[in-house]
Each structure stands twice: as C-alpha cells, then as structure tokens.
C-alpha cells in the first residue's frame, strides 16, 4: 500500500482493520493536512484509494480514517429509486460494519457515535436499529440540546386596538399617526386611496417566561 506523508497510525490502522477483516488494503492511502480544525475523507473504490485531508484534531482524523475504510470494507448494494438504481452511500450496511469499527478501534465509542452523529444525523437511527450501546443516552442528548436551542415561545399582544389610519409625514416615510407604524407599498397606497375608512390593529409578539 502506498502511503505517502501518512503518519505511521495512519498506515498501520489502516493495514491491521483490512487484515483482522480479510481484506485486501487500498493500493493508496493520500494523506495531506490543512488549517482547519476537522477532517474530511474520501474513498474511491475503483481507483483503490482512501484520501484523508486532516485538521488540528487528532482524534477526529482517526475517526475520519475508520469512517473510509468502513466504507473500503462495505460493498455498496444498489437500490432501487423510482426508474434508477442508485449506490445507498450511508445505509444499514454500512453502518453496521462502521460501528463495528469503531467499537473496535476508537478509544472511546460513545464518543466516536456522537462524533458521527454530528456530521451524519441518521447515524442515530442506525445505531438505534442495530441496538447500538449508549445510543438512547445520545438521543436524549440531542433532544435536549435541539430544545435548547428553539425559539422560545410567544404569545400576540395587542398594543394598540383596531382605529382607522391617519397618515401624516415622519421625515421620508408616511407613519399612521395613532399608533406611529410605518406604511409602505400597497399598504401605503391603500390607506392614500381610502383614507379613514382603511383600518388596522398594531399587535406585538413577547416571549412566553418557562413556568417551574
């Protein structure tokens, strides 16, 4: 296998998961590095490489290799999809030979699943699926941080009850003069052209306080 600027890791990694599975190794590993913090990998089945560009982060490098020689160590079964058959690129096959992997090579495979998970949300429920340990944990995990993360809720509040509009000039743009909201367009246009007769209500959206 040609290995080029890879580390020695990386070589031997990659040559004892393709021995312990049966398999013939790459005839390339391609390692190159970039300032980044990540890595990303490829691999190409036909040409009989793996690409790896890696990041600052050691430990995602490493995941990043077993991620590519899961995918070296899995045929890609085609599916059918409408008329076409197409290559299912992160399905249950693969998966199932990835965790493995990483059950058997990364340091921490709890860590290694969320690592995953980050790049590839349905890792979960492939991991689900296959009866993954500590999935359950990281699935409430993500809940809570998705939840976190939303909006909080809001209730419409009336400021100022429906009254007619009354345009009057606040410096370059016309205003209703009850309750001061900017009109433009069509909305400026139809209280010109109907005058008091056009109405509206000015409504406010406030966040709903978390009861304990």
């Known amino acids: 296998m040609r290995s080029g600027s890879a580390p020695a890791w990386a070589v031997e990694l990659a ?3 393709c021995a312990d599975a049966g398999v013939a ?3 390339a590993l391609r390692w190159r590095r970039a300032d980044r913090d990540l890595s990303t ?21 490493r995941h ?3 991620h590519e ?8 079964a085609p599916r059918r999809r409408g008329w076409r058959r197409q290559a299912v690129h ?3 096959e693969f998966y199932a030979t990835a965790f493995e992997l990483l059950a058997r090579y990364a340091p921490d495979p709890v860590a290694a699943l969320r690592r995953e998970a980050v790049r590839y949300p349905n890792a979960l429920r492939h991991a689900r699926a296959l009866a993954l ?3 359950e944990a990281l699935v409430l995990e993500r809940l809570v941080a998705r939840r976190a993360s939303r909006r909080p809720r809001a209730a419409w509040r009336v400021v100022v009850p429906e009254h007619a509009i ?10 209703c003069s009850t309750c001061g909201r900017r009109l433009v367009g069509r909305a400026l246009l139809r209280a010109a052209q109907r005058g008091s007769r056009d109405r509206h209500t000015l409504w406010t959206r406030e966040p709903i306080e978390a009861t304990a």
């Open 69 to 76: 020689l899961a995918h070296w160590l899995t045929a890609q």
């Open 25 to 27: 190794p790459p005839d």
């Open 90 to 92: 992160h399905g249950r």
């Open 64 to 66: 990043t290799l077993l």
């Open 133 to 135: 340990p500590g999935t």
């Open 15 to 17: 040559l004892r998961v």
């Open 41 to 61: 990998g490829l691999t190409r089945r036909h040409a009989g490489s793996i690409a790896v560009t890696t990041g600052w982060d050691t430990d995602d490098a």
């Open 166 to 175: 009354r345009l009057v000039r606040d410096g370059r743009w016309y205003v």
